[in-house]
């Protein structure tokens, strides 16, 4: 399913926020509508906290394009690697590398805890802080069907 949303990067004013080639740029979001079509589930984006711009440069969040929104199929749990900031750990003006900076993550239908990271997500080797390699930084692993 489509939903019509009030496109975040131009705050519905269909307008370049930033006006880099001139003021009355039309917003290369929406292409000047004002609203964008999302598909859902939407959630907000977490990188750009669903401003729809880039946290560090005039431009339009990498994440979400500059909607403001993500859709992230079900289901989906709070990215336990970047603890559901969509920013990568101590480099925060990239995005995390598990969910892409969308926060949240899908995960397998019957899932557990993973053993390895214990759901953090985390795996700190040498002193640097690595996604977990089992459960790919999600926390979570699936549960083998028997
Ligand atoms: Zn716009
Ligand atoms: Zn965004
Ligand atoms: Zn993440
Ligand atoms: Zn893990």
């Given at each position: 399913m489509f939903i019509e949303k009030k496109c975040a990067?131009?705050?519905?004013?269909?307008?370049?926020?930033?006006?880099?080639?001139?003021?009355?740029?039309?917003?290369?979001?929406?292409g000047g509508r004002g609203t964008?079509?999302?598909?859902?589930?939407?959630?907000?984006c977490a990188f750009c906290e669903g401003t729809g711009k880039h946290p560090r440069q005039r431009t339009t969040c990498t994440?979400?394009?500059?909607?403001?929104?993500?859709?992230?199929?079900?289901?989906?749990?709070?990215?336990?690697?970047?603890?559901?900031?969509?920013?990568?750990?101590?480099?925060?003006?990239?995005?995390?590398?598990v969910c892409g900076g969308k926060g949240r993550a899908t995960v397998p239908e019957s899932r557990e805890t993973c053993k390895a990271c214990e759901g953090s997500g985390e795996a700190r080797i040498d002193g640097s802080v690595l996604p977990c390699v089992t459960c790919g930084g999600k926390g979570v692993t699936r549960v083998a069907q028997k």
């Amino acid at each position: 399913m489509f939903i019509e949303k009030k496109c975040a990067y131009c705050e519905g004013e269909g307008l370049d926020p930033f006006g880099i080639l001139s003021t009355r740029s039309k917003c290369q979001v929406c292409g000047g509508r004002g609203t964008v079509k999302v598909s859902e589930p939407v959630f907000e984006c977490a990188f750009c906290e669903g401003t729809g711009k880039h946290p560090r440069q005039r431009t339009t969040c990498t994440t979400c394009g500059g909607k403001g929104v993500v859709a992230v199929r079900e289901p989906s749990i709070e990215c336990a690697y970047c603890e559901g900031t969509g920013r990568h750990y101590g480099q925060e003006w990239l995005s995390c590398s598990v969910c892409g900076g969308k926060g949240r993550a899908t995960v397998p239908e019957s899932r557990e805890t993973c053993k390895a990271c214990e759901g953090s997500g985390e795996a700190r080797i040498d002193g640097s802080v690595l996604p977990c390699v089992t459960c790919g930084g999600k926390g979570v692993t699936r549960v083998a069907q028997k």
